[in-house]
């Protein structure tokens, strides 16, 4: 048997330590906070997709007793795949055909909101969290100081993904109180949320935002400024936000083991992207002098 | 034995694209001293703090500090050093307090770090609280100070920490960094302010273009450039100060029309005698005292330019010490 050896100079990289990594995601959050022209418009673009544009639509739908509108939201049933229509069917067999509409848009056709906020302010703050230590100088002081780049890494990773998917988590229990309370009634109490959205929620969503924000990080290592980091991570995420629109969607329409799949295959996917992810992060790139700032 | 130095770069280089920052550097900076990068803006005075702390790493030649080198050990070097960049480098968003709190979290200091007492060290504990953003300039270097000694460093690193504060402001930093020094740190200075350099520094490494001109004590340099003694003489009538070209011992003379006359001599116990022979030829000389070359002088003197000095004669250009 050959022992291994260390070529001279070689030192076995130290494990990130937790401590610095949520001592860079508290700073980064607590920036954040003292931010509100940032958060605020998020919270007007959150509150939007899950309280105003839902609540508005369903309240229309089962309040208003315009047959024309009926009969238009009533048509999104026929797009619904036949597992989906059996479920409505199922769950409220004598209602109308406005109740089964107002049921199949919270249950199914709201589903892709839950995916795209989450996406779209995580990588708002992460697409400025690297290149924005560089733009403001402050990429000097970590560069010097005892942490090290996957500690980094992972600290703003985390600072980046906590915005977005809290902000979901909280829209979606609100969500929640809204249908339940607008569609509840008509359809015999509380239907929701439903154990797709569960699994939609804690399996498939969490993968997708760690995928899209391995993108953005990367970007946000490598560009020279804040504003090509947005702009680049924009055109980047949406491929991305429509698969995971399309995905989540899915999840939701089938039953079963194939949810599961798609949040595991979500994961794998997620955990080599962020791992390669991690590689961008350098101290020349945080002070601003690498040869391959683009 | 020699002590080993705190820091030591041999030879390095260090190329970003087709522009050389680093041609060769090398110097050594002993424990308990300070030392000045001195050199223009370009010189390299940056990316040397930065090849020390393993920020960056070297395209050739070696770094050590603390006997480590800190590509590979860079963790242990960083713990042990304390940096202020040339711009604060410091939160704007977040409060003063808030900066240093992070700073002792990273550093690994946990609750007991003494974030008051550096403050207070540096006259910036009243305003902890306030948004960093809102502090002036000095406020920011003062801050950005005290956040480099929280961990009681080892070693300091000051990247022109006087840029773009007052006069006033200017001579308390050094006065601060003069204290640090007193108390047994080493400090590595950059600046392109020659009278920073003075008076302050035990060691001055002048840069250009990546290389070391000259690496000694300041008073060393000087001698090695300009051997000799010069006085500055001057009279009620210039026109008479002619005749000290005659004078036994004058190596030579520089003689400005706008200005008192310098003279270099080849001893300056000849200083008597030299007053003595001008007297005695009727000369009423109103000045007469010896000249103590500046770092200016000297700087100008090595690199060229406005201040070079005819005044001083041909420099002897002498050797960069390492070590």
Redesign the interface.
């Given at each position: 048997m050959t022992a291994t050896v260390a070529p001279a100079g070689y030192r076995r990289p130290r494990p990130p330590s937790r401590s610095r990594v949520l001592v860079v995601a508290r700073t980064d959050l607590r920036q954040l906070y003292q931010s509100p022209d940032f958060w605020v418009p998020m919270m007007v673009l959150a509150g939007f997709f899950f309280v105003v544009a839902p609540a508005g639509l369903l309240f229309a739908v089962t309040h208003i007793s315009r047959s024309d509108l009926v009969q238009k939201v009533g048509a999104t049933l026929s797009v619904l795949p036949g597992s989906a229509r059996a479920a409505i069917n199922q769950r409220a067999p004598h209602a109308s055909a406005a109740v089964k509409a107002s049921y199949a848009l919270a249950v199914y056709l709201f589903a892709p909101l839950a995916v795209i906020v989450p996406m779209t302010i995580s990588t708002a703050v992460g697409a400025n969290c690297l290149v924005g230590e560089r733009e403001r100088g402050t990429g000097e002081f970590l560069a010097h100081a005892p942490v090290t780049e996957r500690e980094l890494y992972l600290g703003k990773l985390i600072a980046s993904l906590v915005p977005g998917y809290l902000t979901t988590l909280v829209g979606f229990g609100i969500y929640s109180l809204v249908v339940n309370l607008i569609v509840g009634p008509h359809v015999g109490g509380w239907f929701f949320p439903t154990g797709q959205w569960w699994l939609l929620m804690l399996w498939v969503v969490p993968p997708f935002l760690a995928l899209t924000l391995s993108v953005v990080l990367r970007l946000s290592a490598r560009v020279k400024s804040a504003a090509a980091s947005q702009q680049a991570s924009g055109l980047v995420t949406l491929p991305a936000i429509i698969v995971a629109y399309a995905q989540s969607s899915g999840a939701l329409f089938t039953h079963g083991i194939g949810n599961l799949w798609v949040g595991c295959v979500a994961w794998v996917l997620a955990l080599v992207g962020l791992r390669r992810g991690a590689r961008a992060v350098t101290r020349a790139r945080l002070l601003g002098v690498d040869g391959d700032l683009g | 034995m020699a002590e080993t130095p705190v820091v030591e770069l041999c030879a390095v280089r260090r190329a970003?694209?087709s522009h050389l920052a680093l041609d060769g550097l090398s110097f050594a900076a002993a424990p308990g001293t300070v030392t000045v990068l001195l050199g223009p803006n370009g010189a390299g005075k940056t990316t040397a703090v930065?090849m020390i702390?393993?920020?960056?790493?070297t395209d050739d030649g070696s770094v050590r500090t603390f006997g480590l080198?800190p590509?590979?050990?860079g963790?242990d070097v960083?713990?042990r050093?304390g940096?202020v960049?040339a711009?604060?480098?410091?939160?704007?968003?977040?409060s003063g307090w808030?900066n240093l709190v992070?700073?002792a979290?990273?550093?690994?200091l946990g609750p007991a770090a003494p974030i008051e007492e550096s403050a207070a060290r540096f006259g910036i504990e009243d305003a902890l609280g306030l948004?960093v953003g809102g502090y002036s300039t000095g406020m920011k270097t003062r801050l950005a100070l005290a956040?480099a000694v929280l961990h009681n460093p080892d070693l300091l690193?000051l990247d022109e920490p006087t840029s773009g504060l007052d006069p006033e402001s200017s001579r308390a930093v050094l006065h601060l960094i003069d204290d640090l020094a007193a108390q047994g740190r080493t400090v590595i200075m950059c600046t392109h302010l020659l009278l920073e350099a003075e008076g302050l520094a035990d060691q001055v490494v002048m840069l250009d273009q990546g290389r070391a001109l000259v690496a000694g004590p300041p008073d060393e340099l000087v001698r090695q450039v300009w051997p000799r003694p010069w006085l500055v003489i001057d009279a009620e009538d210039r026109r008479t100060l002619h005749r000290v070209r005659a004078v036994p011992g004058v190596v030579s003379v520089d003689a400005p029309e706008d200005g008192p006359w310098r003279v270099e001599l080849d001893d300056l116990a000849r200083v008597p005698d030299l007053v003595t022979e001008l007297a005695f030829h009727g000369l009423r000389l109103t000045r007469v005292a010896p000249h103590e070359p500046t770092l200016e002088e000297l700087y100008f003197a090595l690199r060229g330019g406005p201040a070079a000095s005819p005044a001083l004669g041909e420099p002897v250009m002498p050797r960069v010490r390492v070590g």
């Open positions: - | 970003f694209g930065r702390t393993g920020a960056l790493r080198d590509a590979v050990h963790a960083r713990r050093c940096v960049s711009k604060p480098a410091l939160y704007d968003r977040l808030d992070y700073a979290e990273l550093y690994g948004r956040r690193l």
